[in-house]
Every structure is written in C-alpha cells, then in structure tokens.
C-alpha cells in the first residue's frame, strides 16, 4: 500500500505519514497527534496499535536522546559566540543611535 493510499484511507497528511516512515520526527505535528496516527496507520494496516504505538516511542526517545546529547556539546560554543555578536550588534546600534542624538542636539544649540 502506498502512502497515497494510506493518507486517502486514514485521512492522515501524506507528508506525516512519510515523516513518521522515515523517522524524521521534528516534522511532526504534536505527540499527542502523533500518538493517534500511529495507531490509525496500524488499524490500517492490520498491525497490533500498541506495537507500533511501542516501536515510536522508543525510536522518538533515542532520537530526543541523541538530539540533547549533541546539544549540550559543541553547541555551547557556538551559542555563545552568537550571543557575543548579538551584543556587539546591538551595542554598536546603540552608540550609532547616541551619536546621531548628540548631532541632532547641537546642531539645533542656538549659536553662541
């Protein structure tokens, strides 16, 4: 059965369907969704719901897993130093902003 058939039989997004084959999770709508079309696709498909129910929640959790695992590594860095140029940025607008203030204010000082 193909995933056209599947979506027009469950009425579930031909897309989610794919994304949930594919193990690419984070293209997924909520868990709690989730959670409903999983056991649709199995009634489809003539599968126990709670063993496919069981096979996504533990592929979710060691991909969740890896995900923060990557994440408190070598992202700390980099977090860091975007924030480091958010600031720079920002500082830099703002000292641009305070030199045009100043400009405005003494070109509009009566002269004497």
Do not use: C
């Amino acid at each position: 059965m193909s995933i056209h058939d599947l979506a027009a039989l469950t009425r579930i997004s031909a897309r989610w369907i794919a994304a949930l084959e594919q193990e690419r999770f984070d293209q997924l709508p909520a868990t709690v969704f989730v959670v409903g079309y999983v056991r649709n696709l199995a009634r489809a498909l003539g599968v126990e719901p709670n063993d496919l129910l069981t096979r996504y929640r533990t592929q979710r959790q060691s991909q969740d897993a890896a995900l923060l695992t990557a994440a408190s590594g070598g992202d700390r860095f980099e977090t860091a130093m975007r924030q480091r140029k958010y600031l720079v940025i920002t500082l830099l607008a703002v000292a641009v902003g305070l030199i045009a203030l100043l400009a405005i204010f003494l070109q509009r000082r009566p002269a004497g």
